[in-house]
């Protein structure tokens, strides 16, 4: 089983629209949880970051995170042609400053 | 803030060269990251210095690979001898003592023939 693992996608919205990208992981005692946002031939930018159990906004995006069920989500409203990237989950280890990445899930907005 | 700074941004070398690859990291930043990206294992975890100092280089392929931090501005990936399935992107990124939060620079991208 892998640390981390997403959907690779790609997934289709069309503008406007809601996208929801899910990430599970294995490690649990991890505390820390991040989204990453990558453009082709880019390197990733930091989105969000959450700490604890439910929701964190910023702007369009919301974080959702369920350590029960070792379950991370990020959602993005009001989609954008933009907002077209592959999205990164990461997780950092209990033990060690170690992040882990997902595979990722590639997102594309369809105008 | 300029970032994290990385040198080369193209490489394109021949098997069995030496390869540096080179990172600055964002000023006042204690910990240091080496990542690689590729289709196939996507973005892993070379190795991580704090304060200078190597404190997990298990990520590491083999022991063609090597890393080195001489001070807190600056890093250096080595690679002797390359092989091609060494291709790839290369990412250094840095973070501060008390967060979680890494913030990577644009890449180095290794090509090997």
């Known amino acids: 089983q892998k640390e981390v693992e997403q959907n690779s996608g790609p997934l289709s919205v069309p503008e406007g629209a809601i996208a929801s990208l899910n990430c599970t992981y294995s490690?649990?005692?991890?505390?820390?949880f991040f989204w990453y946002r990558q453009y082709s031939g880019k390197s990733p930018e930091l989105i969000m970051f959450?700490?604890?159990?439910g929701d964190k906004e910023d702007g369009r995006f919301t974080a959702q995170l369920n350590k029960a069920s070792q379950y991370v989500s990020l959602l993005i409203r009001d989609s954008q042609p933009s907002d077209s990237a592959t999205y990164l989950c990461a997780v950092m280890l209990e033990y060690g400053n170690k992040l882990v990445f997902g595979a990722g899930t590639i997102l594309r907005v369809k105008s | 803030d300029a970032g994290v700074i990385q040198s080369p941004r193209h490489e394109v070398t021949e098997m069995g060269q030496e390869v540096t690859l080179r990172c600055k990291p964002i000023?006042?930043?204690?910990?240091l990251f080496w990542y690689r990206q590729t289709m196939m294992r996507g973005l892993e975890l070379l190795i991580y210095f704090n304060n200078n100092v190597p404190i997990d280089d298990s990520g590491m392929p083999e022991d063609r690979f090597s890393a080195k931090m001489p001070n807190a501005s600056f890093s250096t990936l080595k690679i002797q001898p390359s092989e091609p399935r060494d291709s790839a992107v290369y990412f250094c990124a840095s973070s501060e003592q008390d967060t979680d939060t890494q913030y990577f620079g644009p890449g180095t991208r290794l090509t090997v023939l």
């Open positions: 490690d649990r005692g991890s505390q820390s």
């Open positions: 000023s006042g930043h204690d910990y």
């Open positions: 959450i700490y604890s159990n």
